[in-house]
């Protein structure tokens, strides 16, 4: 273990990065100062939020840092230079480090990112796993260098995919899993017992930022890519349709087979029942739809949204 005179900095935003920071904490490590995205206005109402590592650093007394412009805050660099860091841990931050900041720590920067590099680069690699039907994906410990995701690995471990289980679930539990790899591998880090190891750049594959354009589901793609595409992107950016010219929210659903159906003779987007269920025609199978919600409403189960909306048996999504 570091000792207790090594100093740590932790970067990080979203849930994601805090079982990390709680790790750190739990194993008696010397987090000195967190640095996060600043404050964002949340929900339909707008109101100003602080990130959830911020919560967390302040409920344990670590000093927060929110600077907007890490390149250009000269204010913010001063004071990072000055708590003069042993190492610095970045998991889910949000931003690009940059050059000037790498040089100081003695260790460098070591980053959590939740796939198997250099497989899903970039800021949704858990979504992209799942949208791309995988069955596999992980955790990766790696040393930063000026590029995304691009620098030497110091520790891999694997995580298999179910196909019924959703976004918000799979990041909880790659969470866990790249807390307790940090804690296993920050130690044999500092005492050099691991040599970094270069990725193989020729596989590198890469992701980007997902939008609500992003969401718009395509009927003439097959009942698994859509249950996939929803699975991946919700709770956020969600995924929809549209129905009689409103939005509808799609928020849980799962994909069936049948021998023999409809989707050979009725237009893709079809509404239609099988076996008491609500059901889309897809490309090939069927959709089932759980939960959905149309624009202005509130999120029911299909079935009690037909029982309110008859004319929806029968009519097309688009």
């Known amino acids: 273990m570091i000792s207790p005179q090594e100093k740590i900095i932790f970067f990080g935003t979203s849930n994601f990065a805090v079982p990390a920071l709680k790790s750190l904490l739990s194993f008696g490590y010397h987090?000195?100062?967190?640095?996060?995205?600043?404050?964002?206005?949340?929900?339909?109402?707008?109101?100003?939020?602080?990130?959830?590592?911020?919560?967390?650093?302040?409920?344990?007394n670590i000093p927060v840092f929110e600077p907007?412009?890490?390149?250009?805050?000269?204010e913010f660099f001063k004071h990072f230079h000055a708590f003069a860091p042993d190492i610095c841990i970045v998991t889910a931050y949000g931003?690009?480090?940059?050059?000037?900041?790498?040089?100081?720590?003695?260790?460098?920067?070591?980053?959590?990112?939740p796939s198997l590099l250099p497989k899903y680069r970039g800021p949704s690699p858990v979504q992209a796993a799942i949208m791309n039907?995988?069955?596999?994906?992980?955790?990766?410990?790696?040393?930063?260098?000026?590029?995304?995701?691009?620098?030497?690995?110091?520790?891999?471990?694997?995580?298999?995919?179910?196909?019924?289980?959703?976004?918000?679930?799979?990041?909880?539990e790659l969470a866990k899993l790249g807390a307790g790899l940090l804690i296993e591998t920050l130690p044999r880090y500092i005492s050099d017992e691991i040599k970094p190891w270069e990725q193989n750049h020729a596989e590198a594959t890469f992701t980007k930022l997902l939008t609500r354009e992003n969401g718009h589901i395509g009927w003439n793609n097959t009942a698994q890519e859509i249950h996939n595409q929803i699975r991946a992107l919700n709770p956020q950016p969600g995924t929809w349709t549209t129905w009689k010219d409103k939005v509808m929210n799609v928020k849980n659903a799962e994909s069936q087979?049948?021998?023999v159906g409809l989707s050979n003779i009725a237009e893709l987007g079809t509404i239609t029942k099988i076996n008491n269920d609500i059901a889309v025609v897809t490309k090939k199978c069927y959709l089932i739809l759980k939960q959905i919600q149309?624009?202005?409403?509130?999120?029911?189960?299909?079935?009690?949204?037909?029982n309110g909306h008859p004319d929806f048996l029968g009519s097309v999504l688009e």
Do not use: W
């Open 31 to 60: 987090v000195i100062a967190v640095v996060t995205q600043p404050e964002k206005p949340a929900g339909r109402l707008r109101v100003t939020m602080p990130s959830p590592v911020k919560k967390a650093a302040l409920e344990n």
């Open 68 to 74: 907007h412009n890490l390149k250009n805050d000269e």
């Open 95 to 113: 931003k690009l480090i940059p050059s000037r900041y790498l040089e100081v720590p003695k260790y460098g920067f070591i980053n959590i990112h």
């Open 133 to 172: 039907g995988d069955l596999e994906t992980g955790v990766s410990i790696m040393l930063l260098d000026e590029q995304m995701d691009h620098g030497p690995i110091l520790g891999i471990t694997n995580y298999k995919l179910q196909i019924t289980n959703y976004y918000k679930e799979i990041e909880e």
């Open 257 to 259: 087979c049948l021998e």
């Open 294 to 306: 149309l624009e202005g409403g509130k999120e029911m189960d299909a079935k009690s949204f037909l």
